[in-house]
């Protein structure tokens, strides 16, 4: 096992507070510190891991305060937020380019039905919902279909509403 600077140390902790992945962080070791460690040696630097449960006070913190600063950061970006995501799928169902296109506009509900919960399970989308989304989707394509565009010779007296 290497012996690791103070340095090399609190690299670890804060990549492994970011949720940093382990071949990731031995590779930046073996780049920054031209140092070979193990995986066991990375682990011992999660304090949330059974190897970490010895790890040194002040590193345990400088874990716990990085891992803090780090979800609240997230937590800022605004794709993160569940309603956020809900209002953009909405917003490409209702382009008038891009609902145009079944595909995106299937697309969009089953993402949407993803994000609601409960619409899919573990072994994938349920029948179900998969039926509700076709209807969707079949009585969005006849709706355009009945809706006559502009410039189609009706002299615009078709309700498109």
């Known amino acids: 096992m290497a ?3 103070r340095e090399e140390q609190q690299l670890i ?25 193990s ?14 449960q010895d790890l040194a006070d002040d590193l345990r913190e400088l874990f716990t305060s ?36 079944p595909k995106t506009v299937l697309q969009a509900l089953r993402q949407a039905a993803e994000e609601i919960g409960g619409a899919y399970n573990a072994s994938g989308a349920s029948p179900d919902v998969d039926n509700r989304i076709a209807d969707l989707l079949a009585q969005l ?8 565009a502009s410039g189609s010779g009706d002299g615009g007296t078709g309700d498109s509403q």
């Open 66 to 101: 990085t891992r803090n600063a780090y979800k609240s950061q997230v937590a800022d970006v605004p794709i993160v937020d569940r309603n956020y995501r809900l209002l953009r799928l909405q917003q490409l169902i209702d382009d008038p380019l891009l609902s145009q296109s």
């Open 39 to 52: 995986d066991a040696q990375v682990g011992y630097y999660d304090p949330t891991s059974a190897r970490g």
């Open 141 to 148: 394509v006849s709706s355009r279909q009945e809706a006559p």
């Open 3 to 5: 012996t690791l600077t």
């Open 13 to 37: 902790v804060i990549r492994l507070a970011c949720f940093g992945r382990v071949a990731d962080i031995r590779a930046e070791i073996k780049e920054k510190f031209d140092k070979k460690i």
